[in-house]
């Protein structure tokens, strides 16, 4: 089980920024909208 965990965490991820470009700078509005949601959401819980 050890030998598992270990490969299956030991992957290394190659991030190319022309490819992320898009995605990165274009989720401002998505993380404004998830920041209000979760202030509503925490406010309810309290």
């Not at 089980?1 to 490819?19: A, G």
């Not at 401002?28 to 309290?46: G, I, K, M, Y």
């Amino acid at each position: 089980m050890e030998f598992r965990h270990f490969f299956r965490h030991t992957y290394v991820f190659s991030l190319r920024w022309d490819r992320m470009k898009g995605l990165v700078l274009g989720c401002e509005d998505t993380l404004r909208q998830l920041e209000a949601e979760l202030d509503v959401f925490l406010h309810d819980l309290r």
